[in-house]
């Protein structure tokens, strides 16, 4: 499978991707979490994108285009994978079909997760990830046992630079502006199939591996 997930920020791209690694066996490529990365690793792409994603827009298609391509030649991607916030603009998608497009492995599916805007903010407010296993809480939906702390592996919880009320405004109005367009896209590509993101994350998940097969 090689799969795309679609979604605004918060539909919970991330939370059904680390599902989907397990069972599917194939991993998942974010482009948030290598650009996160780099920021934390205080590269100079890191200190480049850090001004960017601090204030919600996207960092150049040339940037990550290149990160992805790179990543997509690494050897457990060859039985597939689950892109994840990549594409995100028009260009993006067209780069990664042409190179796709090139070895013989086009996508087999794009997934949209269907979340309504006014459940993100709250989501995306509340969200935790642990600093060492990465494993996501959420203060208001799926709070750890113990306050700050990671209940898998008593790692520190901290909350991403970019989840402040005003960055994600404007984080919510570059999806609709750039990314959206994207579901129209993959529509006529014929591989869009789409769930809705909002319940139980089981729930979510079980109803996405059955429309994925
Ligand atoms: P990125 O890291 O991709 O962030 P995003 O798209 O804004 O999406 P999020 O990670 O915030 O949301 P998600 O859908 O993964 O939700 P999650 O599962 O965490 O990008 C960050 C930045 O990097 C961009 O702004 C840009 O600057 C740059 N960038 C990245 N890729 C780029 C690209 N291709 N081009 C250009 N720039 C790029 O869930 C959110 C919260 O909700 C969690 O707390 C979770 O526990 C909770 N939750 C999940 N499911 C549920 C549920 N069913 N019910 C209740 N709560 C739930
Ligand atoms: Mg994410």
Known sequence: MRLVLLGAPGAGKGT???MLIDKY???QISTGDILRKAVAD???LGKEAKVIMDKGELVTDEIVIGL??????QDDCKKGYILDGFPRTTPQAEALDAELAAINTPLTDALS???PMDDLMKRLTGRRTCKSCQQMYNVHFSAPAKDGVCDKCSGELMQR???TEDTIKNRLDVYEKSTAPLIDYY???GILKSVEGTGNIDDIF???CSILG
Request: avoid cysteine.
């Open 16 to 18: 059904q991707a680390k």
């Open 25 to 27: 066996g194939i991993p």
């Open 42 to 44: 205080g590269t100079p």
């Open 68 to 73: 992805v391509k790179e990543r997509l030649g």
């Open 113 to 115: 997760v269907d979340v």
């Open 161 to 163: 630079g970019d989840d």
């Open 187 to 189: 529509n006529g590509k």
């Open 206 to 208: 079980n109803k996405v």
